[in-house]
């Protein structure tokens, strides 16, 4: 069962995670984007363009996770894709839910067998806290706590909009 929560219009919160990244990364050299498939790729994605950034790459942390042997692979791993020097980049890691931090740290280990960035940054659409490692995001559009069997979906419509639903497991 899903249901929508009035306050998570993705359309808008998108809107506000684009105001703050472009007010603190405006002109900032060797930016990069990297987002989380697949939620964080189509935020990335959408960033790349408002931002005017061409280094934009995507990651795929199903290797990287921590809880592999427990979960086991999920259907649709797809290979990360880094086509740009990781080397003294600064990355903005990209993804749409920061839950418990264990999906930013495998991502951030990913980036790591790329290269050394300068600096690695973190946007997400939405905070939902239960966080088991000290993981912050430096841009975030909205705060909700949920439950720990509530899953938060972002979803990607044939005609690009973005909507957010709450799922339970």
């Known amino acids: 069962m899903s249901m929508t929560i009035p306050e998570l219009d993705a359309e808008e919160l998108y809107a506000q995670l684009e105001q703050q990244v472009k007010t603190a990364l405006a002109g900032t050299p060797q930016l990069a984007i990297a987002g989380i498939y697949s939620g964080g790729a189509w935020l990335a994605e959408r960033l790349a363009l408002a931002l005017g950034v061409s280094d934009i790459g995507y990651v795929d942390v199903s290797f990287y996770r921590d809880d592999y042997a427990e ?60 966080r088991q490692l000290p993981v912050a995001a430096d841009f975030v559009a909205h705060t909700i706590p949920l439950a720990d069997e509530q899953l938060l979906v972002l979803q990607k419509a044939a005609d690009g909009r973005l909507s957010l639903t709450v799922d339970h497991a």
């Open 71 to 130: 979960k086991g692979l999920h259907a649709e791993v797809k290979p990360s894709q880094i086509n740009f020097d990781v080397n003294g980049a600064t990355i903005l890691l990209v993804d749409d839910v920061l839950y418990t931090g264990r999906t930013t740290r495998a991502a951030i280990n990913t980036l790591f067998d790329y290269g050394r960035p300068a600096k690695i940054m973190l946007a997400a659409l939405v905070d939902r806290g239960g």
